[in-house]
């Protein structure tokens, strides 16, 4: 079982590039989240999709932007990187509202 | 808006020693509670939930941690660690008025030294 996959693993870009994270789930979730993870900090969410055609803001949402595709897919994007998006990023899943949050293995990106 | 706190950033503990990471939450409103671990370069994994119900909840690997509402804590325990739990562990918090929303703590990063 895969679960939840986000692509590419690894990126460097530079300072003004854009570039679209990635996230599929194949667990049949309504919901899916995006977070970035920075040391000491813990996770904080980026954008959430509480069904299929809809988005919201979360706590860090300014200079990201995201497509919830269908309801396997959920991409984040950067339009224009810069370096205080050096980060960790995670994608997760979650099926009815009670229940826990399945995470991918993340999406290490520096920004040079 | 939840606050989450883990108070411990670092814990070192000896192998086979008991350990206790610690939780506390800002609300008194009805809460859905979580402990996750992180291994290196790994994404999150659930090791136990507290929906509702027993105030004691058991997880995966032997952990337990016990929701206390008038203290609002979710303390994680476990009576004998092995080098294997070393990793960083989070808790999270999820309330009854808005599901979608998890709040996370900072993590705290259990070190166990042989």
């Known amino acids: 079982n895969a679960g939840v996959t986000q692509t590419p693993k690894f990126q460097v870009l530079k300072t003004g590039q854009s570039m679209t994270l990635q996230c599929a789930q194949d667990?049949?979730?309504?919901?899916m989240y995006w977070y970035r993870q920075d040391p000491g900090m813990g996770l904080r969410l980026i954008y959430y999709s509480a069904s299929e055609g809809t988005t919201d803001k979360g706590e860090v949402p300014n200079g990201y932007n995201v497509s919830r595709l269908n309801k396997r897919e959920f991409s984040l994007r950067l339009e224009s990187a810069a370096p205080s998006q050096t980060s960790v990023y995670f994608c997760?899943?979650?099926?009815?509202?009670?229940?826990?949050?399945?995470f991918g293995d993340g999406t290490r990106l520096s920004i040079l | 808006a939840q606050s989450v706190t883990q108070l411990d950033s670092q814990v070192p503990v000896f192998e086979e020693a008991p350990v206790e990471l610690r939780c506390n939450y800002s609300s008194s409103v009805s809460v859905y509670l979580f402990w996750y671990v992180q291994y290196p370069n790994q994404g999150l994994q659930l090791l136990l939930k507290y929906l509702s119900g027993s105030t004691l909840v058991k997880g995966i690997n032997g952990f337990e941690a016990e929701f206390n509402k008038s203290q609002t804590s979710f303390h994680l325990r476990k009576p004998s660690v092995h080098i294997s739990d070393t990793a960083e562990y989070f808790c999270a918090v999820s309330d009854f008025g808005n599901f979608n929303k998890f709040y996370f703590g900072s993590g705290t990063k259990l070190n166990v030294k042989p």
């Open positions: 667990m049949n979730h309504n919901s």
């Open positions: 997760a899943g979650q099926g009815q509202l009670n229940q826990p949050q399945h």
